[in-house]
Every structure is written in C-alpha cells, then in structure tokens.
C-alpha cells in the first residue's frame, strides 16, 4: 500500500542536524505514555488494535465483542478525571533524577488528543471528559510548561495514524492491523481527507 512503500528521508536542514546532535548527547530522559486508557491499567491504544490483541488484552470486560470492546474503550472519555493531576511534581522528579527531557504522548494510535484542537472532539478539554474545565486541562501544555519550567527539554509523541478517524479506520471496513483499513488508492478522496 502507499502508506508502507514510503522511504526514510535523512533530515538535511543545519538547524534541525544541530538539535539533534544536542539531543543524542542528553542520554537520559522520560518517554511518558499516559492518557484514559491508564483508567484500565493497559498500555496506550494497542488493545484496540486487532493485530496486538494477545500480548495486550484486557482480562475483564466485554472483549467477546470486539466492536463492544472499542466502544467501552472510547467511552473512557467521559471517566477520565485526574484531579490529582500534578505536573510540576513529575518534571521535579525527573529533573532530581537527572533527566535532561521528556517526551511525552500528546495523542497515541486511538486518537485521544491530550490537548485542545479544533479537529475532533475526541480530546480532553471536550465537554463530555469531566476534565475539561480544570484549569490544568490542557494536559499537553501544562506538562510542557513544568517541565521546561525545570529545565528540561521537550518533545511530543503525536502519531500520524489516528484509529478514531472515520478517513482512516473506516466503520465500513474491519480494522486488521495497525495501518489504514481500506486501500488508499481505491479510495483517494477518503485519504486526502484524512491527511488533510
């Protein structure tokens, strides 16, 4: 598919080269994944993902019905509520841990946007999340905030592909893998409107 047959292009731009440069030496560092699924104790997105199924699981639930089971999953949404939700406490403990960044999940596979956009209301500052009046909601850019406020870089893992998208997990079509579930080039103006 068009999607797989795209090649790794090596960053050319001096300014981009000289970040990374930087970045390779800082060696430690905290990748944080965290987002309504961490309600269930499951790692990000992945057990929606009918390819990932087996090491990934939940053990209770309604799993017998696969549909089901993403439906309870996109309803965390509306029970996720961390009121506890600390920031400026984690970026100290990475910083009197030594780390020198974070990078810290902004929307995993599933499409739950930690952050406020215009694009979907599949996000924590929606109405239907009771988070999204704290003042702390914008998740994403409070956690940017302490921890650049301590020191520390930056950096947010965004993925390109988005399962709660209509353009690229299309309900007519069964999702099999982690890629798109229908065939781009069949259905051109579908990916354009998920790219776009």
């Known amino acids: 598919s068009a ?13 981009v ?3 990374l440069e ?6 430690f560092g905290l990748l944080m994944h965290w987002g309504a699924y961490s309600q269930w104790g499951i790692v990000e997105s992945w057990s929606i993902c009918p390819e990932d199924y087996g090491w990934c699981e939940r053990k209770s639930g309604r799993f017998e019905n696969y549909f089901e089971y993403v439906q309870d999953y996109e309803n965390l949404k509306s029970t996720f509520n961390p009121v506890r939700f600390d920031p400026d406490r984690w970026a100290k403990a990475a910083s009197d841990a030594g780390m020198k960044y974070v990078v810290f999940t902004t929307k995993h596979h599933d499409g739950f946007c930690m952050f406020d956009s215009k694009f979907t209301d599949y996000k924590i500052t929606d109405p239907g999340c009771p988070f999204h009046d704290n003042p702390k909601s914008n998740i994403t850019k409070a956690v940017f905030n302490s921890f650049r406020n301590n020191g520390l870089w930056t950096g947010a893992y965004f993925s390109k592909p988005d399962w709660h998208c209509d353009n690229y997990w299309d309900p007519y079509f069964p999702p099999m893998d982690r890629n798109v579930n229908y065939d781009p080039e069949a259905h051109p103006e579908k ?3 998920y790219v776009q």
Not at 3 to 15: A, G, H
């Open 22 to 27: 930087q970045w390779q030496d800082m060696k």
């Open 191 to 193: 990916w354009k409107k």
């Open 3 to 15: 999607q797989e047959e795209e090649k790794y292009v090596p960053e050319t731009d001096p300014l």
């Open 17 to 19: 080269m000289e970040k």
